[in-house]
């Protein structure tokens, strides 16, 4: 008799950050995350997670959202069904339910570790196995006070744990937010490299006067200027500039890459499980990437330690992330819901060992944190 997928429970977690995370459409100070428990007949757990950014702040699932349609509708599409054929179970999800990217990754993987656990092999193994055991990561200068964002570049620096920085611009005037980068990666010179993400919040010709000074700046990368669906925009400020653009929300999936390769766009696509549904079709843009000549980088919806550890596995398959990661998510919490976090060491993070996700819940915190 084969193992089949019996409950399937999800719980809203509240853990506060470290300090207010600013961004262009929202300011954060407490993360939700939608952690998913799945059982299996043959008594293995499998554990997933379902996050984003401020609520309905930055598209259009929230942590709300994602656990009502998980409970509602995803979950009795996969209750009784087989648990081995994961491929099976995505294309299930995907013709009796749309959209839902951040729900579904969640549910991929949670089956993903049980399948990993099953087997004692790590998700990056069951993936093909992984090219990388540690991986890159930077870290978001997000505070929105300039000294306080170079004497934090600084201390992560001399703790040798980031070497690579991001700011997050687009809620002030442009020349307020030039002035604010450019003043960090003077301040930090050659020791280390400065991008910026811009969420979305310009239009294009005010793109055109941002990235001309934020590339007389020195920074090294610019993601997402402009909206998401103004693709042919962002392959003319990709021929426009040296310094390369990075697609985020204008890539979610392969078809998005295939469109915007075919369109002339040279630069980077960021991948992000949450936003391509879950890991394989994440891989499936990377691939697309590759055979594009497009440069990649492991994004993150700051994910807790179960998500992006996710990530981790799926990116450690790839033969190279030339932009790195940004997998810091679980570094922005004060606390944590696991029983070992993940290290980060080295300017960067190792991939977790172990069966599945490697993975361990501390149920003590998973209480306190949980929403009741």
Not at 33 to 41: E, L, P, Q
Not at 337 to 349: H, S
């Amino acid at each position: 008799m084969s193992t089949v997928i019996q409950h399937i429970e999800t719980l809203l977690v509240d853990l506060p950050t470290i300090r207010p995370h600013k961004l262009s459409m929202t300011t954060m100070a407490c993360q939700t995350m939608v952690i998913v428990r799945m059982r299996h007949s043959d008594g293995i757990e499998g554990l997933g997670e379902g996050t984003t950014i401020g609520g309905l702040a930055y598209g259009p699932e929230s942590p709300e959202s994602i656990k009502r349609n998980i409970d509602t509708y995803l979950a009795p599409l996969l209750i009784g069904q087989p648990s081995h054929n994961i491929h099976q179970l995505r294309t299930r999800l995907n013709r009796h339910a749309r959209g839902n990217m951040i729900a579904k990754s969640a549910l991929e993987t949670a089956l993903l570790d049980a399948q990993g656990k099953r087997l004692g092999l790590s998700v990056a193994e069951l993936l093909g196995g992984a090219h990388h055991a540690h991986l890159p990561v930077l870290w978001t200068l997000a505070s929105g006070d300039t000294h306080m964002d170079i004497d934090e570049a600084l201390l992560r620096l001399e703790q040798r744990r980031h070497c690579d920085f991001k700011l997050k611009i687009g809620a002030n005037p442009v020349e307020q937010d030039v002035r604010h980068v450019a003043a960090i990666k003077d301040a930090l010179g050659e020791r280390a490299s400065v991008r910026v993400d811009v969420n979305q919040a310009w239009d294009e010709s005010t793109a055109v006067r941002g990235i001309q000074a934020l590339q007389d700046a020195g920074i090294e990368l610019i993601e997402q200027p402009i909206p998401a669906r103004e693709h042919a925009g962002l392959v003319r400020l990709a021929n426009r500039f040296n310094v390369p653009m990075l697609a985020d929300e204008a890539v979610q999936n392969s078809r998005d890459g295939l469109d915007l390769v075919c369109g002339g766009f040279s630069g980077a696509f960021a991948l992000k499980i949450a936003k391509s549904g879950g890991i394989y079709s994440a891989l499936e843009l990377a691939h697309v990437a590759q055979a594009g000549g497009i440069g990649l980088y492991g994004g993150t919806l700051l994910e807790g330690t179960i998500g992006t550890a996710a990530s981790l596995h799926a990116w450690a398959t790839l033969p190279a992330m030339a932009w790195g990661t940004e997998m810091f998510g679980p570094l922005l919490l004060k606390d944590d819901i696991v029983v070992k976090p993940l290290n980060y060491t080295e300017f960067g993070v190792e991939l977790p060992q172990g069966a599945g996700l490697g993975i361990t819940l501390d149920e003590d915190k998973l209480a306190h944190y949980s929403r009741h």
